[in-house]
Every structure is written in C-alpha cells, then in structure tokens.
C-alpha cells in the first residue's frame, strides 16, 4: 500500500494538480490549510476533497470558513488578514465554508492496522500548536504521545518537513506541498508504505508563473504583493 502525506497547500492550485498528477498512491491523508495566501481557494477546496481520503482543519482553513483569527505567526499574520479579506472570502461560496467548517480537528484511524493519530498542528494543540524539527526532544515526544496509543502522528502547519522517532512511535511532518519554509524552495509531501514501514520525503518542481501573475493581478497593494510571491518562494 502506498499512502500520500501532504498538507499548507494554500491555494496553490498549480503545485496542488502537480501533486496530484505526477504521485500514484492507494490513501491520501491531508492534514489542512488548504486556503489562504494562495489565488484559488475554491479549485484547491474541490481538488483536496476529491483526492484525500482523510483530511483535517487548518488554522487557516478554520479562519476563513468561520471569521476567526488564524492566530499564525506574527511574522505573515497580516499577509494572511489581507490575503483572506481581499480574495479568499470573496471566491469562497457558503458550501466552500461550510466544508472547511466541518473538518474535524484531528483524526484518529488505522491503515494496514497501524493506528495513526493525524492533526495540523502538534497532538497537544491540534489546530494552532506548532511543533518544528528542533522540538523533538526525547521529553516533547514522550508528552506529545502519551494520551495515545497511536504508532504514528502526523502533523503540518510549521511547513518544515520532519521525521523523529520514540520508543517505536514516528513522528512526520510532510513539510508544505504548496509554501515551503524550510530549507528548500521546492513542495514537499511524505510517502508511507506501511507494509515496510517506510517514510519517503519527496519535493517536487511545479510552474510557479501563473500563481505569480495571479498575485500581482488580484492583490491591488503591490507591497503585499511582493511580500506573497516572496512567501511562496517565486523569485520577484
């Protein structure tokens, strides 16, 4: 069996159908934002519910259905403000919310008869905690697992991508599939095959120029323009 671990698409419709069509895979787990930021919240919206077979809320997939404050990093909370008010809340139709409403916060299901354990952000705060790669100490992983007796936890939300390991309980983070932040300027998404127990991180190339171009055109301040392409790593 081969499962796909993606997650921070963030309206980035052209890495999510790159993902999507160049990546076989049996189960599909999406572990939220798939809105905000990006120019094609619906499109994404549709592709996500079509190609995922689990798949959880974001803290920016629960501002926008719902008109709460994403509570995001200080650094990029008021590109998300801006880009939400200016775009994402216009394009998005009642059954758009009402979807990304309904997502549940975290999910807890087997596959191949592993429990997993699939949350946005880290176990302890599913929607808004953010858990990096320099958090995994020994002590964050035994506290993060202890109220469950799930093999592996999935998380997103940092857009760096992870693997830790504890007493025999993995810890994966896919990175972002549409903004990366870490170390690379590619999307990244996880590969699992639970009959071997193995855990591909994988980064893939999409056509960032139509994202580009759609940015420029549907953000009138060309400061927060900028500042976008910038966040999604397309050069100026």
């Keep these: 069996m081969r499962v796909l671990i993606a997650s921070d698409i963030h309206a980035n419709l052209n890495a999510l159908k790159k993902l999507i069509s160049t990546e076989w895979y049996d189960f599909g ?5 798939i809105v905000d ?5 619906v499109e994404s919206i549709d ?7 689990v798949i959880v809320r974001g803290n920016h997939d629960f501002a926008a259905a719902s008109g709460i404050d ?18 994402t809340n216009k394009l998005l139709g009642e059954s758009d919310r009402d979807f990304l409403r309904k997502l549940p916060v975290h999910k807890d299901f087997e596959v191949d ?3 997993v ?4 952000g880290s176990p302890d705060d599913p929607v808004y905690g953010y858990f990096y790669p320099w958090d995994a100490t020994r002590e964050k992983l035994a506290s993060l697992s202890a109220d469950y007796s799930s093999q592996v936890f999935l998380m997103g939300h940092t857009h760096y991508a992870m693997f830790s390991q504890y007493k025999g309980k993995l810890f994966i983070n896919p990175g972002s599939s549409g903004q990366p932040r870490d170390y690379s300027s590619m999307p990244s998404y996880c590969i699992w095959d639970p009959g071997s127990s193995e855990f591909s991180l994988k980064r893939f190339k999409y056509d960032s120029i139509p ?5 420029i055109s549907g953000y009138p301040d060309r400061n927060m323009a900028l500042r976008l392409i910038r966040l ?4 100026d």
């Design 29 to 33: 787990i999406f572990l939220g934002d």
């Design 37 to 41: 930021y990006g120019t094609r919240p």
């Design 47 to 53: 592709i996500v519910k079509e190609n995922f077979d």
């Design 70 to 87: 994403c509570q995001c990093s200080a650094e990029n909370h008021d590109l998300s403000v801006y880009s939400r008010e200016t775009l």
């Design 113 to 115: 008869g592993i429990p």
């Design 117 to 120: 354990h699939a949350s946005h």
């Design 211 to 215: 994202l580009k171009n759609e940015i």
């Design 232 to 235: 999604f790593r397309i050069a």
